[in-house]
């Protein structure tokens, strides 16, 4: 989790991530901060978000994003 | 064995009994057998470059499915005594052969890609650059036909390759049902590129005979016959007369541009739709191509309508690996922390979209003007993302962001950018294309739409009158398919209604296609990429 923050606040250093419930749906992470953020996922963490798995759901919380790589991880 | 031969109707007819009157057990072997014997009529050779895509692609899939099944089996033992420094060291070593595998078999079939296609482009390059540094004695061009449907079947195998590396799908074990799934008769020769995991399921099934699902499939096969026939091969003629004759300037180009536009759409649409339906009436689902392209408001809507098969592949394959690439990841922050957020964020969307057009680009073809095209696109597109929130407010200030007379003034605007970005499709080279662009706004002979000019490019009155009505039956057909399948919405009508309708259609085919005495059954456009 600690990981995923420092990559989130790098990215918007003035968001406070933890608080945030709907991070894709009010526009707090655009389609280009996503791409990003998949990038830096990949290189931390070594999975592979798919395109399937690019759905607002899966990046509107810090939780959800933990859930889909612990998911990812486990996959591979 | 082209689509628009009786030779091929002859072959439907004769693969759709069989289909039905064999053992199911038999099906999609005898499809096997139809790709074959159909890939066979366009050149015996060719049939080899094919096998060597099928084998390579296939085995080298296979190789990686084993691979991942032992690693999934070695971690469900070994995974609770390792930590996760050793998990990750364990995965990349894995990751490493499966990667081998990978690339042995992307590189050969890129390889043999680049030597059909693009051999002599690039040799055509190089006697430009010793020509420059004035050598007289320049590369020989090599001979070789390109096989057909090549970069469609190449590109269909490495986006499964890609998806069992991935582990998004699993490996085909069998080779011959592996091979179908390349070779697929109605689709080989120009798409849409299908993926593996969407096709398989209905792919291998074994099919009952549907009279619905069978009559469904024909009656889009022949509205595919009615848009290729009708529409496509009458405008060629003036499309053909227009570019094919350097001093069709200014108007001439204009009216060609637009012509090209319907030309392309009548005849790739109507090619795909003959594709599906036979796929349809198989009882096999192919992906769609198009979503009535021509009403998109903007260049980035048009081009998610658009040859809707290939610009996923592009993401999916090129795209979307790139702009998450641990370089692009590096270059990113290293633009962020100079540049500021803004500027990090656009470096993965700018750099990725380039190299996904280049590729698109050259994909349609060896020459430059593809590429130029395929840019051109890549530059319209970032520049209307970057307009993106300024039109928005343009449109609240002008209070037009309902109105419907404004979406008109869009989608006639898009339909004019795309016939501009296509001129270099309908050009040899670079210079006649810019050449007969500027002469659309310099030159002076708009006169020629009227005073009767346009009846000397091949087309008779009565061709112009049969076209303007059959373009106003795709358009209207478009409008009714915003509520839904056309199809299903006839089906409620009374029998003898659809029985005129559908006749009716067939005879326009029969009588208004253009064939007859000295004509020339044309080739699909995209059948050259």
Known sequence: MKELLEILEELHPEVAFEEETALVDDGILDSLDIVSLIGEIKRVFDVTVTAGDIIPENFNTVQAMMDLITRLEDED | ?529
């Open chain 2, 1 to 529: 064995m082209l689509f628009t031969s009786y030779l091929f109707l002859g072959f439907l007819a004769l693969v759709l009994i069989l289909y039905y009157v064999l053992p199911k057990r038999a099906q999609w072997p005898l499809l096997l057998i139809a790709s074959y014997v159909f890939y066979f009529a366009a050149g015996a050779h060719f049939l080899l470059y094919m096998f060597s895509t099928t084998v390579t692609i296939w085995g080298a899939a296979v190789l990686i499915d084993k691979n991942h099944a032992a690693q999934k089996a070695y971690l469900k033992e070994h995974k609770e005594g390792m930590d996760r420094e050793a998990l990750k060291a364990y995965r990349s070593s894995q990751k490493k052969i499966r990667f081998r595998y990978f690339l042995a078999a992307l590189l050969v079939n890129l390889l043999v890609l680049a030597v059909v296609k693009y051999a002599n482009f690039f040799i055509d390059n190089v006697n430009g650059v010793l020509k420059a540094f004035g050598s007289g004695e320049g590369l020989s061009f090599v001979n070789i036909a390109l096989p057909m449907g090549i970069s469609f079947y190449t590109f269909q195998a490495i986006g499964y390759l890609v998806d069992v590396y991935r582990g998004n799908t699993p490996a085909e074990k069998s080779l011959p049902r592996f091979a179908l799934f390349v070779s697929f008769f109605p689709q080989v020769v120009q798409g849409p590129i299908n993926r593996f995991g969407e096709m398989a399921p209905t792919l291998y099934a074994p099919h009952g005979f549907d009279g619905r699902q069978v009559s469904f499939g024909l009656q889009r096969v022949l509205w595919g016959y009615f848009k290729k026939m009708v529409i496509a091969d009458r405008i060629l003629v003036a499309v053909t007369a227009i570019f094919g004759d350097p001093s069709h300037q200014g108007a001439y180009v204009f009216v060609g541009m637009i012509f090209y536009r319907l030309q392309l759409y009548a005849d790739f649409s109507g090619g795909i739709d003959i594709t599906i339906g036979i796929a349809e009436a198989l009882g096999i689902s192919l992906r769609e191509n198009f979503n009535r392209p021509y009403f998109s408001k903007s260049l980035p809507e048009y081009w998610r309508r658009w040859h809707m098969s290939m610009n996923a592949w592009f993401r999916d394959y090129i795209f979307y690996p790139l702009s998450t690439s641990p370089a692009l990841v590096a270059l990113t922050k290293a633009v962020r922390k100079r540049f500021g957020a803004g500027a990090g964020k656009r470096v993965p969307l700018y750099i990725s979209s380039f190299a996904a057009w280049a590729a698109t680009g050259i994909w349609h073809g060896a020459s430059w003007n593809f590429v130029v095209w395929g840019l051109t696109n890549w530059f319209i597109l970032m520049l209307s993302e970057e307009l993106t929130p300024l039109y928005a407010r343009f449109r609240k200030m002008t209070h037009t962001e309902h109105k419907r007379s404004y979406d008109v003034f869009q989608i006639g605007r898009t339909f004019l950018l795309i016939g501009c970005v296509n001129l270099f499709d309908c050009h040899a080279t670079l210079g006649s294309t810019f050449r007969s662009f500027a002469s659309m706004f310099t030159m002076n002979n708009y006169h020629i739409i009227g005073d009767g000019s346009l009846l000397q490019l091949g087309l008779s009155g009565l061709d112009y009158v049969i076209l303007a009505g059959a373009w106003l039956l795709v358009l209207a057909v478009s409008l009714v398919q915003r509520k839904g399948s056309v199809r299903a919405q006839i089906e409620p009508l009374p029998y003898a209604v659809k029985y005129v309708m559908f006749f009716g259609l067939f005879l326009i085919v029969l009588l208004m296609g253009a064939y007859g005495v000295g004509y020339d059954q044309s080739q699909f456009i995209y059948n050259r990429f």
